[in-house]
């Protein structure tokens, strides 16, 4: 099970941190990452981080914005989203794919295999 946690209404050039924390499931054994959903898009890949958080991979429209983090021992991943934009309005889901050591980041949502249950994101201008 995933909790996501922290979404809310900020200005923009605002700061959020969002949490998703696990349960039920040994979570170093899997890959993390953090997607978004506008009312009337398709589910955008943010954010992904692998086992031991060494790899990190970022969407081109969050890049040099956000910072993705996790805690193993906490069995949280984190969202750290700054200088955020009304385009930044979203459902924000965090997602798992339990994976391999050494596998690849990937950005398509059907590769995760566990997800939460959405935080939204309202950015105003």
């Known amino acids: 099970q995933l909790q996501a946690s922290g979404g809310g209404l900020v200005q923009a050039g605002g700061s959020l941190r969002l949490s998703c924390a696990a349960s039920g499931y040994t979570f170093s054994r899997y890959a993390m990452a953090w997607f978004r959903q506008a009312p009337g898009t398709e589910r955008e890949f943010v954010s992904g981080i692998s086992r031991s958080g060494a790899n990190l991979l970022y969407g081109s429209s969050v890049k040099g914005r956000f910072t993705i983090s996790r805690d193993n021992a906490r069995k949280t991943v984190y969202l750290q989203m700054n200088s955020l934009k009304p385009e930044d309005t979203a459902v924000y889901y965090c997602?798992?794919?339990?994976?391999?050591?050494?596998?690849?980041?990937?950005?398509?949502?059907?590769?995760?295999?566990?997800w939460g249950q959405g935080t939204l994101v309202t950015v105003s201008s």
């Open positions: 997602a798992a794919r339990q994976t391999i050591v050494t596998a690849p980041l990937l950005s398509r949502s059907g590769a995760y295999d566990h």
